[in-house]
């Protein structure tokens, strides 16, 4: 009989770590195995054995292994699902996690806001989706500690790019460039957010032979024309252009229709979206060596037309109305080109499905014990993957529902599935031997505790989660049956 699910998962995923031994490599499957089948925080949560639990104690405190090669490994496996697809979409975003460290002995930096006191590590990761929105994994990952005590405001400008936080950034967009080179064929489509808008991170993006948008984080300053310094006899060449009041001299390219979810409170609506579009020079002045570049994008402002308002308790007005302007080097001149732009974008949310299934939704990474950042890191790179097996299977239930469940679940879970899913069935309900992954997801779920409608959609992570759990346990009782009856 072959193998079970999680260790066939956790073979193509670790199965591959240059680890100098081989040995440490099946202990690095194992784990990861042993993870995928109980997902928690805490070792001692997913190794109820004794030696079980030591040997991954052991391989996470050991030197002749290192986080950087673990997550090497997840990020080989994230590229070659790659492979075949001619455009990848890669969300990178920053996060940090909280982790307890009440005496501060554990090395720990700081994590949000300095005044409150908080000690964890902070990260700049990068994932893998396809362009229908079906995660692949991760493909890279930095980390540091921040010093508790930040530098003056007046130092940080005299400080270089390595020795700001912006070097994160960079290292992980170099991360994710050096795994593409080894897929020529496939192109990335990198997606930052707010935090991203650096005029560093801009700067390096528009040299890659790669698309990328980032979503402006400030009303940037643009060049339009003369030269980049002024001069003293002739001023109005130092004229200061701002971009929203340059994109709304802009004639409106056009306008869709975008339904947005309910959420904060609010109810679900419909958003009419006027979109304007201009190719502008952004203006880089490093005020360090007070050196000015530019760099030429297309800057894509999607607006909700007349969105609603509504007024704090304070008595201020706010309008949380619908705003992106996004800064891209795809091309773009038509409304249809623009909002591709724009629906690529909102991809980048696959990125905050991962960190929720990462931080608290499956794995609960934050409530791990371990003593040393290099050791969190090892323990937060395999659930990493653990995490992002879970969002795979939830979206591929959405965006694939059709595929075959043997694709991504082996006959072990199956038959498991099956078993489970006849003691739950209907009367007269007829179970196909090989369902789809939709359905096979919906059953796992299921198992999970989904209710169907009343679950309030369709299956999410969470229930996927706890449903893989009990499926684990009665795929180890049918293959335990098993040996014992081929040893008769």
């Not at 991203?196 to 390096?204: A, F, I, M, R």
Request: proline share 5%.
């Amino acid at each position: 009989m072959d193998q079970d699910g999680a260790t066939e998962w956790a073979r193509e995923e670790f199965g591959n770590a240059d680890l100098g031994d081989r040995r440490r490599c099946e202990r690095l499957v194992a784990m990861a195995a042993g993870a995928a089948r109980r997902p928690a925080g805490r070792v001692t949560q997913v190794f109820a054995q004794a030696a079980a639990r030591q040997g991954a104690y052991d391989f996470l405190e050991s030197e002749h292994s290192s986080a950087r090669e673990i997550l090497a490994t997840v990020a080989d496996a994230s590229r070659r699902r790659a492979l075949p697809e001619e455009c990848v979409v890669i969300p990178i975003d920053g996060t940090s996690l909280s982790l307890a460290d009440h005496a501060e002995k554990k090395g720990f930096g700081s994590v949000g806001s300095r005044e409150r006191g908080a000690r964890g590590i902070k990260i700049v990761d990068a994932i893998a989706v396809t362009a229908a929105g079906l995660p692949l994994g991760v493909l890279a990952m930095r980390w540091w500690s921040r010093p508790i005590v930040g530098p003056p405001a007046r130092d940080r400008q005299l400080m270089t790019p390595d020795e700001k936080e912006v070097q994160h950034w960079l290292g992980a967009i170099d991360d994710v460039q050096k795994l593409l080179d080894e897929a020529p064929s496939t192109r990335g489509w990198l997606q930052l957010d707010r935090e991203g808008d650096s005029q560093h991170v801009l700067e390096k993006l528009s040299t890659s032979r790669h698309w990328f948008t980032v979503r402006s984080n400030s009303d940037r300053r643009i060049h339009l024309r003369g030269r980049l310094r002024a001069r003293p006899d002739r001023p109005d060449w130092g004229t200061r252009h701002y971009l929203r009041p340059h994109l709304r001299k802009q004639p409106i390219l056009g306008r869709y229709r975008l339904d947005v979810p309910a959420r904060d409170g609010r109810p679900a609506r419909r958003a009419e979206m006027l979109v304007r579009l201009a190719a502008v020079q952004v203006l880089l002045r490093d005020r360090r060596t007070s050196k000015r570049r530019v760099v030429t994008v297309n800057a894509v402002w999607a607006q909700e037309f007349r969105g609603p308002r509504r007024t704090s308790r304070s008595g201020e007005t706010k309008t949380p109305a619908l705003d992106w302007l996004l800064l891209t080097n795809y091309p773009v001149t038509t409304l249809s080109a623009a909002t591709h732009v724009i629906s690529t974008y909102a991809l980048r949310w696959r990125i905050e499905d991962f960190h929720r299934a990462w931080k608290s939704g499956v794995c609960n990474v934050e409530e791990t014990q371990l003593r040393k950042t290099e050791h969190v890191m090892k323990w937060a790179a395999i659930l990493a993957a653990v995490a992002m097996r879970a969002e795979r299977l939830k979206h591929l239930a959405r965006e694939n529902p059709d595929a075959s469940a043997r694709d991504e679940l082996s006959s072990l879970e199956l038959e498991a599935l099956l078993v489970l899913k006849k003691r739950q069935a209907k009367r007269g309900e007829k179970l196909s031997r090989s369902p789809s992954i939709a359905t096979a997801v919906r059953w796992i779920a299921e198992l999970g505790g989904y209710t169907g409608k009343s679950s309030g959609g369709p299956p999410g992570v969470l229930t996927i989660s706890r449903g893989l759990e009990q499926l684990q346990i009665a795929e180890a009782v049918i293959a335990a049956l098993a040996k014992r009856q081929r040893k008769r």
